[in-house]
C-alpha cells in the first residue's frame, strides 16, 4: 500500500513559505500535469465517468481499509464527489487525482495534495491486490516521488502512514524518508487515528545514492 493522505492540518510539519512568484509557477504546473508515466505503468487525471471502475478498486477491504482520505461510505455517489472535488483541486493547482488502468479496469490511483505556498507535496494512493509483491508499489512510489520534486518544483515531501501499515513504514525508511514524529489524521467521517509523519527534501533526494532507488 502507497503511503496514505492524513487529511491533517498540522502536516507538513516543516512550513518554509516561498515566493508569490514561485508559489504561482506550482500551481500552474499542477494545472498543466495530465498524465504520468510512459506505457503500460503510465496515469492519467481521473475523470468524473471513472467513477464506478474507482469504486470497483476501492470496495475492496485490503485497498480502502488503511486508507483516512476516501469517503465513508464508499458508494458511486460518494466516489463521483472525491473525484469532482479533486478536479477543483487540479484547477486551482492544489491537487491531482490520477488512475491506471489495465484491460479496462482501474488497477491504481494517486492521489497527490500539493501546498503551493510552501512548495510541499503529500502522495497518497493504492494498487490492486493482485499488483502487490510485484515491486510495482516502490517503483512507483519512487518515480512518483521524483516526479513530484522535478516537473512540480516541490522542495519538501511529507508522508504518513497509520501505526499499523508496516509496508508503508518500510516504503517510507527504505527510501531515506525522515521520521518527524506523530499527527492525528482525520477522516471525512470525522473518525480518527494516529499516523506517522515522514520527510524528505529535494537536496536530500537528490543527495540519494544510485541503491536507493
Not at 49 to 78: F, M, Q
Not at 133 to 151: I, L, V, Y
Not at 200 to 205: D, L, Y
Amino acid at each position: 500500500m502507497w503511503p496514505n493522505s492524513s487529511m491533517a492540518d498540522d502536516i507538513p510539519i516543516t512550513r518554509n513559505v516561498v515566493p508569490p512568484q514561485r508559489a504561482e509557477g506550482i500551481r500552474q504546473r499542477v494545472r498543466k500535469m495530465k498524465r504520468l508515466g510512459q506505457g503500460e505503468d503510465a496515469s492519467r487525471l481521473a475523470r468524473l465517468d471513472d467513477a464506478a471502475g474507482l469504486l470497483a478498486l476501492l470496495s475492496d477491504p485490503a485497498v480502502h481499509a488503511p486508507i483516512y482520505s476516501l469517503p465513508r461510505p464508499l458508494t458511486l455517489e460518494a466516489v463521483q464527489g472525491f473525484i469532482g472535488r479533486h478536479l477543483e483541486e487540479h484547477d486551482r493547482g492544489e491537487g491531482l487525482l490520477l488512475v491506471r488502468e489495465q484491460n479496462g479496469r482501474i488497477m491504481g490511483y494517486s492521489d497527490f495534495q500539493i501546498w503551493p505556498h510552501w512548495a510541499a507535496g503529500e502522495l497518497g494512493g493504492a494498487l490492486h491486490p493482485s499488483q502487490h509483491s510485484k515491486g510495482q508499489g516502490t517503483r512507483g512510489a519512487t518515480q512518483s516521488f521524483g516526479w513530484m520534486f522535478e516537473a512540480l518544483d516541490l522542495d519538501l515531501l511529507c508522508m504518513t502512514a497509520s501505526m499499523e501499515n508496516t509496508p508503508t513504514q518500510r516504503l517510507l525508511d527504505g527510501l531515506g524518508f525522515a521520521r518527524m514524529g506523530c499527527v492525528i489524521s482525520t477522516r471525512p467521517d470525522g473518525a480518527t487515528r494516529e499516523s506517522l509523519v515522514w520527510e524528505m527534501t529535494r537536496q536530500a533526494w537528490q543527495g540519494r545514492s544510485p541503491a536507493d532507488t
